[in-house]
């Protein structure tokens, strides 16, 4: 029930927050571009210049010029090679955290809403770092990589796909998650894992007792020549159980019958 009113609710309240993140702007995106241009300047001085905000975009002046048509330095070249990336790319997950944490009810909600803010200002910060990257792998090209501390190609386009797939909305479920513990939500959740694994643990049980019964059966043999090799080992077993007729047998043979009769024999 818990879960079904998340469900619901979510749905609800993300018209609601994503009107209110577009009419924003660049107000949640601020803060990310701050954090990539003071990371990215620190680790990466010999690429980037300077970044800043302009509308929703973010624009990165990087240290690399054109000159006779070929990049090369900024004090080879005389100019600067200008970037744009759309902010909004990154920063949508901020109204799909805002959706989820609002439909789950939880206690001190503004204050986990707060920290999940700032957890996903660094992610967007990270995310625009890799957007950048691709941009300047697909611009630059060489010199862009044989700048100091810059990965190879391939870790740039797999943490591009990935910023921009997967990141969005995979890190809002991620920290509702982290969040959740402890919360009446968590408990129900938790008890319909444990409910699901019990249920799977007893058909799986089932199915392998009914499996083993069958192979001991004779009739669970398989047909042709593996039937009939089980039905004379199923024979030479039951040989081996007391029989019925011998049971009568000894019973006569207590009530003072003759022991021939027990025994099958009988005078001509």
């Known amino acids: 029930m818990l879960m079904r009113r998340q469900f619901v609710l979510t749905l609800i309240l993300m018209p609601i927050t994503f009107g209110i993140w577009y009419a924003a702007g660049p107000l ?9 241009d003071m990371f990215t300047g620190l680790a990466y001085p010999a690429v980037l210049h300077s970044a800043g905000l302009k509308g929703i975009d973010m624009v990165a002046l ?11 330095t900024v004090q080879a ?56 990257g691709k941009d300047l792998l697909a611009m630059v090209g060489a010199p862009f990589l044989d700048s100091a501390g810059v990965p190879p190609a391939v870790p740039i386009a797999l943490t591009y796909q990935f910023n921009i797939l997967l990141m969005p909305t995979l ?12 919360s009446p939500l968590w408990e129900a959740l938790a008890e319909d894992i444990r409910r699901a694994s019990g249920q799977g643990w007893t058909q799986h049980s089932t199915c392998g007792l009914r499996a083993r019964t ?15 090799r089980c039905l004379r080992g199923w024979r030479h077993l039951s040989s081996f159980l007391p029989s019925t007729r011998l049971s009568r047998s000894r019973t006569h043979s207590r009530t003072g019958s003759d022991p021939t009769d027990a025994l099958g024999i009988r005078n001509q």
Not at 28 to 36: D, E, H, N, R
Not at 62 to 72: D, E, I, L, M, R
Not at 171 to 182: K, M
Request: proline share 4%; net charge positive; with cysteine.
């Open 77 to 132: 070249a005389g100019n600067q090679i200008e970037l744009e990336v759309n902010t909004r790319l990154v920063s949508y997950s901020i109204a799909f955290c805002a959706a989820l944490l609002m439909a789950s009810n939880l206690k001190a909600a503004l204050f986990k809403f707060c920290i999940g803010l700032f957890l996903l200002w660094l992610l967007m910060a990270f995310g625009l770092a890799s957007i950048m």
């Open 28 to 36: 949640f995106s601020a803060p990310a571009v701050w954090l990539y």
């Open 62 to 72: 990087t240290q690399f010029g054109v000159a006779q048509g070929s990049v090369v």
């Open 171 to 182: 890190a809002p479920i991620c920290l509702l998650f982290w969040q959740l513990r402890g």
């Open 214 to 228: 069958a192979m001991l059966s004779p009739k669970g043999a398989l047909p042709g020549r593996c039937k009939h």
